[in-house]
């Protein structure tokens, strides 16, 4: 923690508040809190924050409602908290734009490594890196080892894709999808394994037996980053 990362927490359970608030401050956080909708609107207006950890019930209104304008006004990381077991809030939460989403009671340890996760995107990444694979999101460049790789326009943005989502299978429509998709492009079954051989020629030291961009059959491929 560099001690810059301020999360402003708004929860009206006083012991939850204060509990929070002194664990999160002995990692490195700067701590600001709120117990009230309207309270934590007034703060998020003065100052800009790294994240916020928002809960779904306050006393004077709902963190669905105080989530909706926050993000009409300013695009910071929120973690929403909620004490109802409901898929229901779960995705009214995403629909609004929130970026996390926990179940009370939660794992201390697991809130601490989402919240640090969210309050590293606060800060635009411009250079992703992955074992000796890097991209230069300025530019648009790939690099191995330090030594440019040309990519065409899509395997730039596929490979992009993979490396913004390390670790999770992305099926063949999902791919599709996001890179074809979105512009429009007329396609054909083959043209995802196809550019997936194009760039594991340029990118793997055996594209026969690769170690960053891997199939898992019958579900889509992987991105692993050692």
Known sequence: MTGSETILIIEDDVDLLDGLSFSLAAEGYQVQAAATAREGLKLFRIQKYSCILLDCGLPDGNGFDLCAQMKKERDTPILMLTARDTEMDEIKALEIGVDDFMRKPFSLAVLKARLKKLARTGVPQMRLTSGDIAIDKNQCRVYKQGHEIKCSKIEYQLLLYF????????????????????????????????????????????????????????????????
């Open 163 to 226: 490396m913004e989502n390390p670790g999770i299978v992305l099926s063949k429509e999902q791919i599709l999808r996001t890179v074809w998709d979105s512009q429009s492009n007329y396609v054909d079954e083959n043209t995802v394994p196809v550019n997936i051989r194009r760039l594991r020629a340029k990118l793997e030291d055996d594209s026969k037996n690769p170690r960053h961009l891997i199939n898992v059959y019958g579900l889509g491929y992987i991105w692993k980053e050692s």
